[in-house]
T-cell receptor
Framework: GENVEQHPSTLSVQEGDSAVIKCTYSDSASNYFPWYKQELGKRPQLIIDIRSNVGEKKDQRIAVTLNKTAKHFSLHITETQPEDSAVYFC?????????????FGTGTRLKVLA | GAGVSQSPSNKVTEKGKDVELRCDPI?????LYWYRQSLGQGLEFLIY????????KSGLPSDRFSAERTGGSVSTLTIQRTQQEDSAVYLC???????????FGPGTRLTVL
């Protein structure tokens, strides 16, 4: 079945450094890739997304890159701040039989050390 | 406008009891999803509703789980004869269409004793 692998599972960086989280998907038909941030005890919040007709998208300190050939996409956070500490989930939209469900990665716990 | 809401926020039940979890999607959103998040884990797809189409139930883990969506809006996820392994946070999400961004509710934390 469809699968999304996410690495690393935990990531600690010094404040001001960059963080990179990588995901690989299996369904070559996937065409939408959102990233969610989930703070402790809160709902997942969309932070950035990318569609398969685009290779890169940037929003202030956050960027996402997509390599369709290799079937992987990455989240880049620059100039990290303590409030960036959270669990980040990648997802790939898989649409078998018209169901646009998300297949989520297992999450990356990011700790930004002050 | 109002986001996705879920109730109750917390539910503690005894093994073997039935529970109902409710989701109110964003007004106008035609697609509704249920996911399950076990402690420290990712989000596991359970079921998907889109308009008047038959739901995709392919993610439901057993026949103890069922869901319905009345009037194309509110959805109820029912777990019969709950087991301890059902303990998790159950998240609902909605989107304007099947291909659009999903917005999540705050979840219901279910604890089965």
């Amino acid at each position: 079945g469809e699968n999304v692998e996410q690495h690393p599972s935990t990531l600690s960086v010094q404040e001001g450094d960059s963080a990179v989280i990588k995901c690989t998907y299996s369904d070559s038909a996937s065409n939408y890739f959102p990233w969610y941030k989930q703070e402790l005890g809160k709902r997942p919040q969309l932070i950035i997304d990318i569609r398969s007709n685009v290779g890169e998208k940037k929003d202030q300190r956050i960027a996402v890159t997509l390599n369709k050939t290799a079937k992987h996409f990455s989240l880049h956070i620059t100039e990290t701040q303590p409030e960036d500490s959270a669990v980040y989930f990648c997802a790939a939209s898989s649409s078998p039989r018209g169901t646009y469900k998300y297949i989520f990665g297992t999450g990356t716990r990011l700790k930004v050390l002050a | 406008g109002a986001g996705v809401s879920q109730s109750p926020s917390n539910k503690v039940t005894e093994k073997g009891k039935d529970v109902e979890l409710r989701c109110d999607p964003i007004s106008g959103h035609t697609a509704l999803y249920w996911y399950r998040q076990s402690l420290g884990q990712g989000l596991e797809f359970l079921i998907y509703f889109q308009g008047n189409s038959a739901p995709d139930k392919s993610g439901l883990p057993s026949d103890r789980f069922s869901a319905e969506r009345t009037g194309g809006s509110v959805s109820t996820l029912t777990i019969q004869r709950t087991q301890q392994e059902d303990s998790a946070v159950y998240l609902c999400a909605s989107s304007y269409g099947g291909t659009d961004t999903q917005y999540f509710g705050p979840g219901t934390r279910l604890t089965v004793l």
